[in-house]
């Protein structure tokens, strides 16, 4: 067997919890000898220029991270992902790995190519990076794809515009064979490939299971932190993987990204349990399809578990809300091989005084705070540390250094509308005043918020949120304790205090019935008797008000054994 084939040894792997998708863990990195061979030989093919997409793509397959794909896909394969979501074979795979380039040039060569040949793929300098052993050559049919992999042929769509953007007209199917890695820029020291993960989860750390998650341009917030601690109570392990590929125009840059989670995974994650780890995967936007292949992914890296978000890889409302929870319905557990376990939105709510989910959570939108990605993002272009109950401050004092743009524009504004952004994080805002509080006599526009309403709804956030279920604690402790010593005397006098100044009123009302007449001479001045045994009678009622005092001696009544300590302590002596 030549070394290209297999990574890690086949004996140990077949003992391990998880086994790579498809069976085996693909490596088609040449090394030493044979890649020298290769490189050699890669300079006088044929050569097609690749972008640094497809540079990524090969470098994943290469590395087994898209196993059991040894190559880009000939049509059948192709066609058969396309419509069923599966190989030929009947493997699930939820995206095509085609290979159709663009431009002239290449266009040119292609013409030239038959089945059989090596086709040597190169960077912009011209530099082999892998080399392709063509085994079909067939028409790319855009709209086909589209369709078929996004529901949707609308350019507005990211990932249809990606087609048409990138792709050529002819399609290359083949295995290939990486000559070069790409370097990961800050990331290269602590990048992982699946052959490093595989060993340090069942070999070093002996983990008998572990949980992945792949995440993408936001900042590290407490609805990750919530379904990572979910995945720490239930497995041995966390891998975490921040995506860092651009996606978009607007993001937080990488290295400051991976440093927001690495700030919160130091003072809140147990450091011997979870591993982080960069993923350079391309964005396929390929919304549920997408989520299957992550969790695909997940595999190929050793996981036995996927934890999958809510919006996970979404895109604005080309799917349902949950369209990329429902898609795994259409897989068995043994097809798919990995334990998927799937989160509902979570939100802060600061009524329960805790992250939680409409699967966890009773209470309305007064008492929440939403985490919102996009909103966060914005919050930290504002210049604001977002509410501590939805970012932590570790995460967001080095993610405001990173997110880009900073600041705010010539007319005080970020990038989305200011309106949205309170919307989409202070659910509560246009409704009600404050956090948990009373209705607005008339609900705000959110077209018609502005920096100020942002700042309010901060400053009430800061102060109110963990009021909410302190205050409610501070009450049943008042009436529960028993040790009074825990309740401090203030209350006790204060209520005292309210109670004698309601005797004094009431005494003086009682003096007042005594000489009232029975007709008043003036009655804006003085009262009849009527009127004042109306007085006194609620100022008596007032008394039922007042809470009491709750002085320890008064509640010795609530202290009480029917049998005495001794005899739980195991003496039946009386
Ligand atoms: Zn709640």
């Given at each position: 067997?030549?070394?290209?084939?297999?990574?890690?040894?086949e004996?140990?792997?077949?003992?391990?919890?998880?086994?790579?998708?498809?069976g085996?863990?693909?490596?088609?990195?040449?090394?030493?000898?044979?890649?020298?061979?290769?490189?050699?030989k890669?300079?006088?093919?044929?050569?097609?220029?690749?972008?640094?997409?497809?540079?990524?793509?090969?470098?994943?397959?290469?590395?087994?991270?898209l196993?059991?794909?040894?190559?880009f896909?000939?049509?059948?394969?192709?066609?058969?992902?396309?419509?069923?979501?599966?190989?030929?074979?009947?493997?699930?795979?939820?995206?095509?790995?085609?290979?159709?380039p663009?431009?002239d040039r290449?266009?040119?060569?292609?013409?030239?190519l038959?089945?059989?040949?090596?086709?040597?793929?190169?960077d912009?300098?011209?530099?082999?990076?892998?080399?392709?052993?063509?085994?079909?050559?067939?028409e790319?049919?855009k709209e086909?794809?589209?369709?078929?992999?996004?529901g949707?042929t609308?350019?507005?769509h990211?990932?249809?515009d990606?087609?048409?953007?990138?792709?050529?007209?002819?399609?290359?199917?083949?295995?290939?064979q990486?000559?070069?890695?790409?370097?990961?820029?800050?990331?290269?020291?602590?990048?992982?490939?699946?052959k490093?993960?595989?060993?340090?989860?069942?070999?070093?750390?002996k983990?008998?299971?572990?949980?992945?998650?792949?995440?993408?341009?936001?900042?590290?917030?407490?609805?990750?932190?919530y379904?990572h601690?979910?995945?720490?109570e239930?497995?041995d392990?966390l891998?975490v993987?921040?995506?860092?590929?651009m996606?978009k125009r607007e993001?937080?840059?990488?290295?400051?990204?991976?440093?927001?989670?690495?700030?919160?995974?130091?003072?809140?994650?147990?450091?011997?349990?979870?591993?982080?780890?960069?993923l350079?995967v391309?964005?396929?936007?390929?919304?549920p399809?997408e989520?299957?292949?992550?969790?695909?992914?997940?595999k190929?890296?050793?996981?036995?578990?996927?934890?999958?978000?809510r919006?996970?890889?979404g895109?604005?409302?080309?799917?349902?809300?949950?369209?990329?929870?429902t898609?795994f319905d259409?897989?068995?557990?043994?097809e798919l091989g990995?334990?998927?376990?799937?989160?509902?939105?979570?939100?802060?709510?600061?009524?329960c005084?805790?992250?939680?989910?409409?699967?966890?959570?009773?209470?309305?939108?007064?008492?929440?705070?939403?985490?919102?990605?996009?909103?966060?993002?914005e919050?930290?272009?504002?210049?604001?540390l977002?509410?501590?109950?939805?970012?932590?401050?570790?995460?967001?004092?080095?993610?405001?250094?990173?997110?880009?743009p900073?600041?705010?524009?010539?007319?005080?504004?970020?990038?989305?509308?200011?309106?949205?952004?309170?919307?989409?994080?202070?659910?509560?805002?246009?409704?009600?005043?404050?956090?948990?509080?009373?209705?607005?006599?008339?609900?705000?526009?959110?077209?018609?918020?502005?920096?100020?309403?942002?700042?309010?709804?901060?400053?009430?956030?800061?102060?109110?949120?963990?009021?909410?279920y302190?205050?409610?604690?501070?009450?049943?402790?008042?009436?529960t304790?028993t040790?009074?010593?825990t309740?401090?005397?203030?209350?006790?006098?204060?209520?005292?205090?309210?109670?004698?100044?309601?005797?004094?009123v009431?005494?003086?009302?009682?003096?007042?019935v005594n000489?009232?007449?029975?007709?008043?001479?003036?009655?804006?001045?003085?009262q009849?008797?009527?009127?004042a045994?109306?007085?006194?009678?609620?100022?008596?009622?007032?008394?039922?008000?007042?809470?009491?005092?709750?002085?320890?001696?008064?509640?010795e009544?609530?202290?009480?054994?029917?049998?005495?300590?001794?005899?739980?302590r195991?003496?039946?002596?009386?």
């Open positions: 067997m030549s070394q290209e084939t297999y990574v890690l040894d004996e140990k792997l077949a003992s391990y919890p998880q086994q790579p998708h498809g085996k863990l693909v490596n088609r990195v040449l090394t030493g000898k044979e890649r020298e061979n290769a490189m050699e890669a300079k006088k093919l044929p050569m097609i220029m690749v972008d640094l997409e497809a540079v990524i793509t090969l470098e994943m397959i290469a590395t087994g991270v196993s059991p794909n040894e190559g896909m000939n049509e059948e394969e192709y066609k058969s992902v396309l419509t069923k979501g599966r190989l030929k074979n009947g493997v699930v795979w939820p995206v095509p790995l085609s290979f159709a663009v431009g290449n266009e040119q060569i292609i013409e030239t038959s089945v059989g040949d090596d086709v040597a793929l190169v912009e300098t011209y530099d082999p990076v892998a080399i392709l052993a063509l085994d079909d050559l067939f790319y049919d086909f794809r589209a369709w078929h992999l996004f949707t609308d350019r507005n990211p990932g249809v990606s087609i048409y953007r990138r792709m050529g007209e002819t399609a290359l199917g083949g295995p290939i990486l000559l070069r890695r790409v370097h990961w820029g800050p990331f290269e020291s602590i990048r992982l490939e699946p490093d993960t595989w060993k340090l989860f069942y070999e070093e750390k983990f008998n299971s572990v949980g992945g998650f792949i995440t993408g341009a936001n900042p590290l917030h407490r609805g990750h932190e379904i601690r979910n995945a720490l239930e497995l392990g891998l993987q921040p995506l860092v590929e996606a993001y937080t840059r990488h290295e400051y990204r991976m440093l927001s989670y690495r700030g919160v995974l130091n003072a809140y994650y147990p450091k011997e349990r979870t591993i982080l780890a960069p350079r391309t964005y396929i936007f390929a919304g399809r989520a299957v292949l992550h969790a695909l992914i997940m190929n890296y050793g996981c036995t578990h996927a934890f999958i978000g919006d996970h890889a895109i604005g409302d080309y799917y349902d809300k949950y369209a990329s929870h898609i259409e897989f068995t557990a043994d990995i334990g998927i376990r799937l989160f509902h939105e979570v939100f802060y709510c600061t009524r005084d805790s992250p939680a989910s409409d699967q966890t959570c009773p209470h309305d939108d007064r008492y929440r705070i939403n985490i919102s990605g996009t909103g966060i993002r919050l930290l272009r504002y210049g604001v977002p509410p501590k109950e939805i970012v932590r401050p570790e995460s967001a004092q080095i993610a405001m250094q990173g997110i880009q900073k600041g705010v524009d010539e007319n005080n504004l970020a990038v989305s509308p200011v309106g949205k952004t309170i919307k989409s994080i202070f659910p509560y805002y246009l409704n009600r005043s404050r956090l948990g509080g009373p209705e607005r006599s008339h609900p705000l526009e959110a077209g018609k918020l502005t920096i100020d309403d942002l700042e309010a709804a901060i400053l009430d956030v800061r102060s109110n949120a963990d009021r909410i302190k205050e409610i604690f501070d009450e049943f402790s008042y009436v304790d040790l009074r010593s309740q401090a005397d203030w209350i006790a006098d204060a209520r005292e205090s309210i109670y004698q100044q309601q005797e004094m009431v005494e003086s009302l009682e003096e007042k000489k009232a007449a029975d007709k008043a001479s003036d009655e804006f001045m003085y009849d008797k009527g009127e045994e109306r007085e006194l009678s609620v100022a008596r009622k007032i008394f039922n008000d007042i809470p009491g005092a709750l002085r320890s001696e008064e509640l009544y609530r202290v009480w054994n029917p049998l005495p300590y001794q005899r739980y195991g003496s039946d002596e009386e």
